[in-house]
Nanobody
């Protein structure tokens, strides 16, 4: 069973950057689609982007294009989310998730979730 652990969140000023990590354990994530979601207080969980671990093909939510970038390190079984030009409205708990089904922006399609990491952007 895949286990996911996020890290890298914190407090940053508007315009700043953060790099979030999602480390997978419990087995290889080969064949999985990994995704990032975020949830702000009082709001529903929102899709950020997803990546096919095997092919590297990515799919971004339209509102996330241009400022957020995903990458992965095979040797560390880790996925990274680079957040640039952060805005106060990016404040949320960021979660990584995994599924073997297919590329999906629907949180219900993901079977494994991390505990989340808090990102707070001050104005």
């Amino acid at each position: 069973q895949v286990q996911l652990v996020e890290s890298g969140g914190g407090l940053v000023q508007a315009g700043g950057s953060l790099r979030l990590s999602c480390a997978a354990s419990g087995g290889t994530v080969s064949g999985y689609y990994l995704g990032w979601f975020r949830q702000a207080p009082g709001k529903e969980r929102e899709f950020v982007l997803t990546i096919s671990w095997n092919t590297g093909r990515t799919y971004y939510a339209d509102s996330m294009k241009g400022r957020f970038t995903i990458s992965r390190d095979y040797t560390k079984n880790t996925m990274y989310l680079q957040l640039n030009s952060l805005k106060p409205e990016d404040t949320a708990v960021y979660y990584c998730a995994a599924t073997k089904r297919s590329t999906s922006s629907d949180a219900r399609d993901y079977d494994y979730w991390g505990q989340g990491t808090q990102v707070t952007v001050s104005s």
